[in-house]
């Protein structure tokens, strides 16, 4: 049965653990999509949300019943993510109370805004993909800020080419940049990844992480985007267009090592409790393959200006997306306001400023991770080094959140700040 009874005298924490788990997997709650309208489609009828909404309210019940300070360290981390995902689903619950009591047959596919009830669902995919508890108002401030201060990195770069900006953004155009060559992009690949893996252990302690292989991307549903990662293979997308230099030394952290490759391989190593097992957030496994992009020079593929600067041209993408998805999903922007914005704060990248336009407004908040995460692991550093002046040890600090698997962002952030 899904409702649980009284706590009784005899039972442990491990045995309420228990009955969570086997009580959420037999409600096959659908994983969070990228797409908001296939979300919308999987909401259940009255009666199975009724269930579900039965669930959760006795979860939080029982769960008041438990004395916490008995818990062990690792049960306590049990305890805050069923509390943490009890909370999350009866929000969503009530949600989809609300979407089925307006008998909407179809969902709209013109944008998460343009939906009945679209602010709060915003407002929950957003915690949801953040895996924190934030608003829209302050994450569109974060952006702008963001926007700022990858704009003043730029600058800096353009000053040392000593051209005005004209000339500067002409150059980045150069044939010089672009590669033709398939065979001529692998070898990039390769060579970046002997300068990474002979660079590591100024960063990292040492972990066994499999061999990471470099392929050529062939799916042309992804040919959006640059390179991706799945099941230890790095792919490179090049669809019959010049390969831009400047994109293979960042990319090749965030998706391979020590990004996403590295900390998959790891999160695989670790002994995790079933609760943990249930979930993954994006916040923290984003973040981390955004993060690592800063430790370039360290890790000795940023040789020149330009290759770091390939970094700061993405991520000044990443950042402009942060108020676009905002204005777009939740404000009310027109796609016309968005190309505004676009253009005020990005130049030479006008090519693909409607295919990202598309893109947050297919999948809400999804884009966000990348900078929200990449920003709170900076700030947790920042923090670390200022309280522990040259105590500060860079690799057990990575320990920290890669030993960590996948966590909300705030219990990441308790869990290295206290240090475990």
């Not at 343009?114 to 924190?132: D, E, M, Q, V």
């Not at 998706?255 to 995790?272: D, F, R, T």
């Not at 968005?338 to 005020?344: I, M, Y």
Request: glycine share 6%.
């Amino acid at each position: 049965m899904l409702c649980l009874t009284g706590f009784k005298s005899g039972e442990t924490f491990d045995a309420f653990a228990d009955k969570f788990v086997s009580g959420y997997k037999e409600l096959k709650i659908p994983q969070l999509e990228l797409s908001y309208v296939n979300m919308l489609k999987q909401i259940k009828p009255a009666d199975q949300i009724k269930k579900q909404i039965n669930f959760f309210e006795s979860i939080r019940s029982e769960q008041k019943q438990i004395a916490v300070t008995s818990l062990s360290s690792s049960q306590k981390k049990d305890y805050e993510l069923i509390a943490y995902e009890t909370e999350l689903n009866l929000e969503r619950l009530a949600l989809e109370k609300q979407w089925n009591a307006a008998g909407i047959k179809e969902v709209p596919a013109t944008g998460l805004y343009t939906i009945p009830n679209g602010k709060a669902w915003y407002s929950y995919f957003l915690k949801n993909w953040l895996s924190a508890n934030v608003t829209p108002d302050e994450i569109y401030q974060f952006g702008l800020a963001e926007v700022k201060r990858v704009q003043a990195q730029i600058s800096v770069i353009q000053k040392q080419s000593g051209m005005d900006d004209d000339a500067f953004y002409k150059h980045l155009n150069d044939s010089s940049f672009f590669i033709v060559d398939a065979r001529v992009v692998m070898v990039h690949f390769e060579q970046t990844r002997a300068v990474v893996y002979n660079h590591l252990h100024y960063l990292f302690n040492e972990h066994n992480i499999p061999p990471v292989r470099i392929e050529k991307g062939a799916n042309e549903a992804m040919a959006q985007v640059p390179g991706y990662y799945d099941e230890n293979v790095f792919y490179y997308n090049q669809f019959n267009k010049p390969y831009n230099t400047r994109q293979i030394g960042w990319l090749f952290i965030h998706e391979a090592v020590p990004g996403h490759h590295y900390k998959a391989s790891i999160n695989a190593s670790l002994k995790q409790s079933k609760v943990q097992q249930l979930f993954y957030y994006m916040g923290l496994e984003e973040g981390w393959g955004a993060y690592c992009e800063e430790l370039g020079k360290d890790l000795g593929v940023y040789k020149t200006p330009y290759d770091e600067l390939g970094k700061w041209e993405w991520d000044l993408v990443r950042s402009v997306r942060v108020p676009m998805d905002i204005g777009l999903n939740y404000y009310g922007w027109t796609d016309e306001q968005a190309l505004a914005f676009w253009k005020k704060n990005i130049k030479n990248q006008d090519d693909i400023a409607m295919r990202e336009i598309a893109r947050v407004k297919r999948w809400p908040a999804q884009c966000i991770t990348y900078k929200y995460g990449a920003d709170q692991i900076i700030q947790w550093k920042q923090l670390l080094q200022k309280r522990e002046g040259n105590k500060f040890n860079i690799k057990n600090f990575h320990d920290q959140i890669l030993n960590l698997g996948s966590l909300p962002v705030f219990m990441a952030k308790e869990s290295v700040l206290n240090n475990g």
